[in-house]
Nanobody
Framework: VQLQASGGGLVQAGGSLRLSCAASGRSFSTYGMGWFRQAPGKERDFVAAITRAGGNTRYADSVKGRFTISRDNAKNTVYLEMNNLKPEDTAVYYC????WGSGFIVRTIRTDYDYWGQGTQVTVSS
């Protein structure tokens, strides 16, 4: 599967952005999906993930209550709604897809993902 992330940009602190990740192929609904982010000089960290049917989600503590992950399997797209953005949210955001054995357990480790998009830059100014 190929992934194309979009929706990044420059926003002031307190603002909002919605990231989208469009997937190619007909098997999108068989993949768990996740968002990770990488700030300059730092590791690529988990942000949010959702199971293949969308029934379960999980978030990093740093974004809980501010970010929402969702998916539309009919459109082969996963979204990340980001509200109340902070300067520390500045990073390149990557979407990823993984073939998880369980449809209920949400995976948060990078090695649980098989395919990655190219990333979209999010910059939050103070």
């Amino acid at each position: 599967v190929q992934l194309q992330a979009s929706g990044g940009g420059l926003v002031q602190a307190g603002g909002s952005l919605r990231l989208s990740c469009a997937a190619s192929g007909r098997s999108f609904s068989t993949y768990g999906m996740g968002w990770f982010r990488q700030a300059p000089g730092k590791e690529r960290d988990f942000v949010a993930a959702i199971t293949r049917a969308g029934g379960n989600t999980r978030y990093a503590d740093s974004v809980k209550g501010r970010f929402t992950i969702s998916r539309d399997n009919a459109k082969n797209t996963v979204y990340l709604e980001m509200n109340n953005l902070k300067p520390e949210d500045t990073a390149v955001y990557y979407c990823a897809a993984g073939r998880w054995g369980s449809g209920f357990i949400v995976r948060t480790i990078r090695t649980d993902y098989d395919y990655w998009g190219q990333g979209t830059q999010v910059t939050v100014s103070s």
